[in-house]
């Protein structure tokens, strides 16, 4: 069934390394892949999307890649800082238009 | 502009009873989707609704319903509530269907 796969579920780094969160998506008709930040008690935001017709997209510090060939994306974060510690879903649109989310990567960014 | 609005913030029921919770999208904004939020399983879609019409349905039981409004204001209601429906319940709305979605604040929903 349509599924989108996270990894890590947890990643801890020292402030100033970078950070890198893979999902991989089942239906490879699957066309948008939005990255939601949601930090504690608060409502998930969007950080960064790429459409299916683009390799990268770059954004300051954050950055996202997708490999449909492969039906992997990754977002990349570099220079983390303190407050870029938060939870962090990956999501991919099937072909039906549902938004399917990854299982969440806790992010920790140590000072 | 005003963000999506969820109301109420919090809710305590009890095993049995129903629910319906609110969201007021984005001014201008047509395509609201509800999500379930647990530790254990993650965002899960509900449903999707654009101009008063479900477009597309999750894997939930029928206990689950929505309806969205002319004003593209929508609800979802939940009946015969059980333990497990205890959850955050997240509404999004976009422009339109397939559109960048953003999120309200959610319902906190504790099932006694």
């Known amino acids: 069934g349509e599924n989108v796969e996270q990894h890590p579920s947890t990643l801890s780094v020292q402030e100033g390394d970078s950070a890198v969160i893979k999902c991989t998506y089942s239906?490879?008709?699957?066309?948008?892949f939005p990255w939601y930040k949601q930090e504690l008690g608060k409502r998930p935001q969007l950080i960064i999307d790429?459409?299916?017709?683009?390799g990268e997209k770059k954004d300051q510090r954050i950055a996202v890649t997708l490999n449909k060939t492969a039906k992997h994306f990754s977002l990349h974060i570099t220079e983390t800082q303190p407050e870029d510690s938060a939870v962090y879903f990956c999501?991919?649109?099937?072909?039906?238009?549902?938004?399917?989310f990854g299982q969440g990567t806790e992010l920790s960014v140590k000072p | 502009k005003a963000g999506v609005t969820q109301t109420p913030r919090y809710l305590i029921k009890t095993r049995g009873q129903q629910v319906t919770l609110s969201c007021s999208p984005i001014?201008?904004?047509?395509?609201v989707s509800w999500y379930q939020q647990t530790p254990g399983q993650g965002l899960q879609f509900l449903f999707e609704?654009?101009?008063?019409?479900?477009?597309n349905k999750g894997n939930f039981p029928g206990r689950f319903s929505g309806r969205q409004f002319s004003n593209s204001r929508s609800e979802m209601n939940v009946s015969t509530l059980e333990l497990g429906d205890s959850a955050l319940y997240l509404c999004?709305?976009?422009?339109?269907?397939?559109?960048?979605?953003?999120f309200g604040p959610g319902t906190r929903l504790l099932v006694l």
């Open positions: 999004a709305s976009s422009l339109i269907l397939e559109e960048t979605q953003y």
């Open positions: 239906d490879s008709a699957s066309n948008y």
């Open positions: 790429i459409r299916s017709n683009v």
């Open positions: 999501a991919a649109r099937n072909q039906g238009g549902k938004l399917i």
């Open positions: 001014s201008g904004h047509r395509s």
């Open positions: 609704y654009f101009s008063e019409t479900q477009r």
